[in-house]
């Protein structure tokens, strides 16, 4: 995931930064238990309160599609379609709050408003620790995880500048210093001896191994991506 991904084949031109996954976050006070599945969202029989769902397109898409075991990245017409159909049901379900992003997703949880939503790991674990009535956690069919990237643009006004705030970024106690504020995941190796232990033993900042097999990153499949957006433009204007 970190190594010679897929957009830049040796890293040449980025540094991956932090990392972080799609899950549920939920309210203790409504949900006992755990959420361990999609169904939550996608099986009317196992829906356990109003919901939100994350108005982005593979983010939100790339859970469906786990759902129905299918890979993230899929360009088979038939499953990118059963995919939107059961988004497109979910969003018009008695439960369904609609759609939000970032922040509100998991304010609107923190409030009562809604039982639970999709949301980003680092979002949900950050406000975790100032509420206790917040959980997270990520559904057994797998999710789809991201990485944040350190860049130069070719036209850099001051690219000598540039080269020494990623070497201070990634420097391996201060990368620890903002994964511990973040609660993101580091890829740095060298800055993990100095992540929280607490933070380093936990399975929604850093998955099981299991689990992390389950686990995709996005791609940018090139002209096969107007089949999520079209897909999604359906979801969104029906």
Request: hydrophobic residues 40%; positive net charge; glycine residues 6%.
């Amino acid at each position: 995931t970190f190594a010679n991904p897929a957009y830049d084949r040796g890293n040449r031109f980025t540094v991956p930064f932090q990392w972080y996954t799609v899950g549920l976050v939920y309210d203790k006070r409504k949900l006992k238990t755990p959420p361990d599945s999609w169904a939550v969202l996608f099986d009317s029989t196992k829906s356990v309160g109003k919901y939100l769902l994350m108005d982005s397109p593979r983010e939100m898409m790339g859970p469906a599609l786990k759902y129905l075991g299918h890979s993230v990245n899929t360009i088979d017409p038939q499953q990118v379609q059963a995919a939107g159909k059961l988004l497109l049901d979910s969003k018009k379900a008695s439960n369904s709050l609609g759609f939000a992003a970032d922040v509100a997703l998991r304010n609107r949880v923190i409030s009562g408003e809604a039982a639970l939503s999709v949301g980003y790991s680092g979002d949900a674990l950050s406000a975790m620790l100032e509420n206790k009535n917040l959980g997270f956690t990520l559904p057994k069919e797998g999710t789809v995880v991201a990485v944040d990237t350190l860049a130069i643009p070719a036209r850099a006004p001051n690219s000598a500048l540039a080269h020494r705030f990623i070497d201070f970024i990634m420097d391996p106690k201060v990368n620890a210093e903002n994964a511990n504020f973040v609660r993101y995941g580091t890829p740095n190796q060298a800055a993990l001896q100095f992540v929280n232990a607490a933070d380093r033993k936990n399975p929604l900042i850093y998955p099981s191994a299991a689990l992390q097999k389950k686990l995709e990153s996005v791609k940018d499949l090139g002209k096969n991506n107007r089949l999520y957006d079209e897909t999604w433009t359906a979801i969104k204007s029906r």
